[in-house]
C-alpha cells in the first residue's frame, strides 16, 4: 500500500498496509514537559519494589562487558534528552538535548575508530530537546522530527546528509502529525525472519508523546521515498494508553514496532510493553519478571540476536543503572550483569547499535544531580 496516496483508515492499516525501523525519545505529569525531568520533580508512588534479578549472561551464552571509551579532543558539552544514532559509515551522529543552559541545536560526529568527536557546523533546526532522530539507511541521512525548546513544542521534518555536511527541513505534503516531544520512534529495518508478517520497509514511524495540551496515543509514518506523512490506525481499537518519555525499537524478527513503559495522565512510571505489528494491531505482551516501571531510559535493538536492550532510567526509586535484555524469539526478558565498570545510573542519555560489531554505545544523560557528556560501550560476544 501507498501511504502517500490515500489516508490509512483504521479498519485498512496494518491490515493490507505495512510498517517497518529500529530506534528512541525525551518530561511532566502534565507535567511531561520542560524543566520536570529530574528526580523529585514529579509526584511518584511510595514503596515500589524492584524486580527480582533475572537469570544474567550465560543464560543465552553471551558474554557482556561494560567500557568507557576514551576520547581525544573536544568534547560535546553535558546533555539529557538528546539523540545519538549510527550511520551507515559506522560513526556516531549526537544532535541536540537539553544543557545547563538551555536547549541545544549543535550536532557532532563520532569517529569510532579515531576516538574523536568533531562538531560539525551547518544551519539547521532550532535547538530542542526530546525529539526523534533515526537513520534513513534508504537515503543515508538522519531524520529529526518534533521536539521542545522552552514552552513551545515542533512538528517539523528535518534531514542531515552526512556526505553534504548539510541540513534541510523537508515540507511534507498533507497531513502531519501535531507537535509532540518524549513520543517513540523507529525506522523499519530493511530484513525480516517472519515472512508471514508483510510490512513496507524503510518507515520512520513516530507514536505518543506530549505537549502542553496533554498526551498522545496516535502513530504516524513517514514515508523517505517521497517524504510524506500518513497517520497509521491499527486493525483494532485497542491502543496503548496515552503517554510520553518513551522509546521504540523495530523488531526485525517480528516485524513489530515495541515500545516500553512511559508516563500516563494517571501514572508518572508505568511497566507494560506494546507491540504493533501489520496483522495483530497493538498487543500487550505482559511477561513476568519486566523491568521496573520507568522514564527516560534508552531502548535499542540488537538484530543478530534478536533481543531489545534496555538501560537505565528514571523510577519511583530514583535513576536506574541496569541493564535488561528483551528475547523476541520466546519474548521473555533477562536482567544481565556485565563485566567491567559499568556506566554510573543516569537518566536521559540514548544509545545506539552496531550490529557489525555487536556493540552498544550510550552517551551522557543525568545522574540525578548533573549532566553528564560520557561515552560508553557494552560490547556482546557469544
Not at 153 to 172: G, I, S
Request: charge should be negative; include cysteine; aromatic fraction near 10%.
Amino acid at each position: 500500500m501507498d501511504l502517500t496516496s490515500r489516508p490509512v483508515t483504521r479498519r485498512t492499516l496494518l491490515r493490507e498496509s505495512v510498517l517497518g525501523g529500529a530506534g528512541l525519545a525525551g518530561a511532566y505529569l502534565l507535567g511531561c514537559g520542560d524543566g520536570g525531568d529530574e528526580p523529585g520533580t514529579t509526584p511518584v508512588p511510595t514503596g515500589a519494589a524492584e524486580p527480582t534479578v533475572r537469570p544474567p549472561q550465560g543464560a543465552t551464552g553471551e558474554t557482556l562487558t561494560w567500557e568507557q571509551i576514551a576520547v581525544s579532543g573536544s568534547l560535546p558539552p553535558p546533555r539529557k534528552h538528546h539523540s545519538l544514532l549510527l550511520t551507515d559509515s559506522g560513526d556516531l551522529l549526537l544532535f541536540g538535548g537539553q544543557g545547563e543552559a538551555g536547549d541545544l541545536a549543535d550536532l557532532w560526529r563520532f569517529d569510532v575508530a579515531a576516538g574523536a568527536w568533531t562538531e560539525m557546523a551547518p544551519a539547521g533546526p532550532a535547538a530542542r530537546h526530546g525529539h526523534n532522530a533515526e537513520w534513513d539507511y534508504i537515503n543515508g541521512r538522519m531524520l529529526v522530527f518534533g521536539g521542545q525548546q522552552g514552552s513551545s513544542f515542533f512538528n517539523d521534518t528535518w534531514q542531515y546528509d552526512p556526505v553534504a555536511d548539510a541540513w534541510a527541513e523537508l515540507a511534507p505534503a498533507g497531513p502531519v502529525p501535531a507537535a509532540r516531544y518524549g513520543a517513540a520512534s523507529a525506522f523499519s529495518a530493511m530484513d525480516s525472519g517472519d515472512t508471514s508478517e508483510p510490512y513496507l520497509p524503510g518507515l520512520f514511524l513516530v507514536t505518543h508523546g506530549f505537549t502542553a495540551s496533554g498526551r498522545f496515543d496516535d502513530t504516524w509514518a513517514l514515508d523517505p521515498t517521497t517524504d510524506s506523512w500518513s497517520e497509521v490506525i491499527p486493525i483494532d481499537e485497542g491502543v496503548p494508553l496515552a503517554r510520553c518519555l518513551i522509546r521504540g525499537v523495530w523488531d526485525t524478527l517480528r516485524n513489530r514496532l515495541m515500545i516500553f513503559s512511559g508516563q500516563s495522565n494517571e501514572e508518572p512510571f508505568i511497566d507494560d510493553l506494546w507491540t504493533l505489528s501489520n496483522s495483530r494491531g497493538w498487543t500487550d505482551v505482559l511477561r513476568e519478571p519486566r523491568p521496573t516501571a520507568r522514564t527516560f531510559y534508552s531502548f535499542e535493538f540488537d538484530a543478530a540476536r534478536q533481543q531489545a536492550i534496555l538501560f537505565g532510567g528514571n523510577s519511583a526509586n530514583g535513576v536506574l543503572g541496569d541493564l535488561w535484555q528483551f528475547h523476541v524469539q520466546d519474548e521473555f526478558w533477562t536482567q544481565d550483569e556485565a563485566q567491567g565498570t559499568p556506566p554510573g545510573a543516569r537518566l536521559g542519555h540514548d544509545a545506539a547499535f552496531n550490529n557489525e560489531t555487536s556493540t552498544l554505545f550510550v552517551f551522557g544523560g543525568n545522574d540525578g544531580s548533573a549532566d553528564l557528556n560520557d561515552l560508553w560501550a557494552l560490547r556482546i560476544e557469544g
